[in-house]
């Protein structure tokens, strides 16, 4: 009984780990996301929010501003959250490579991690999230994937204590 108990854990704990998924699976596909080049000026965005059930919580608008310097990004994000709430954030997101980024916001606990091949961007960081009048640490699982010159699909899953509590999907349209 004791061997069962263990092996039932341990396909509970690999089923909830998360994706295998990697950036590097991305390398020889196409179109190419050059994050700076793609974030660079205009951007609208479209997305809902949905809780670890499915449920949709929440939806937004955004509009989104890139200037880059040939090093650094610097993106305004404006959020327009359905029930009214305004939220606004700006990245500072620094090309370490071809492939490797590293950002940083003013909510963001320390340094996210960025890695750029063929048509995905992978962003992992931690967010300063506000919850009931309280901010709390959410981890972000974030990847966007270009569709064409224009749109982009954005799939984050949120986690906290390694259990997704929330995942965000998001429609990127470049003016």
Same mark, same amino acid.
């Given at each position: 009984?004791?061997?069962?108990?263990?092996?039932? &854990? #341990?396909? *509970? /704990? +690999?089923?909830c780990s998360?994706? @295998?998924? %990697?950036?590097?699976?991305?390398?020889?596909?196409?179109?190419?996301l050059i994050i700076e080049d793609y974030l660079s000026g205009s951007v609208k965005a479209w997305g809902i929010l949905q809780n670890r059930?499915?449920? $949709? +919580?929440?939806?937004?608008? #955004?509009? *989104? @501003?890139?200037?880059?310097?040939?090093?650094? /990004?610097? *993106?305004?994000? %404006?959020? @327009?959250?359905?029930?009214g709430e305004i939220q606004k954030r700006q990245w500072k997101i620094n090309k370490i490579d071809e492939h490797n980024y590293e950002g940083s916001a003013g909510d963001v606990v320390g340094?996210?991690?960025g890695y750029s091949y063929g048509p995905a961007f992978k962003f992992e960081y931690v *967010? /300063?999230?506000? $919850?009931?009048?309280?901010?709390?640490?959410?981890?972000f699982d974030d990847w966007i994937f270009k569709q064409d010159d224009r749109v982009a699909i954005n799939r #984050?899953?949120? &986690?906290?204590?390694?259990?997704?509590?929330?995942? /965000?999907?998001?429609?990127?349209v470049k003016d």
């Open positions: 009984m004791k061997i069962i108990c263990i092996l039932l &854990t #341990a396909i *509970l /704990l +690999t089923s998360g994706s @295998n998924m %990697k950036p590097i699976d991305f390398k020889d596909q196409k179109p190419r059930s499915g449920k $949709v +919580t929440r939806q937004f608008s #955004a509009e *989104l @501003n890139g200037k880059w310097d040939g090093k650094q /990004l610097i *993106l305004d994000e %404006k959020f @327009n959250w359905s029930d340094i996210a991690k *967010l /300063l999230a506000p $919850v009931k009048g309280k901010e709390i640490k959410i981890t #984050a899953t949120m &986690t906290k204590f390694g259990i997704k509590v929330a995942e /965000l999907t998001v429609m990127f």
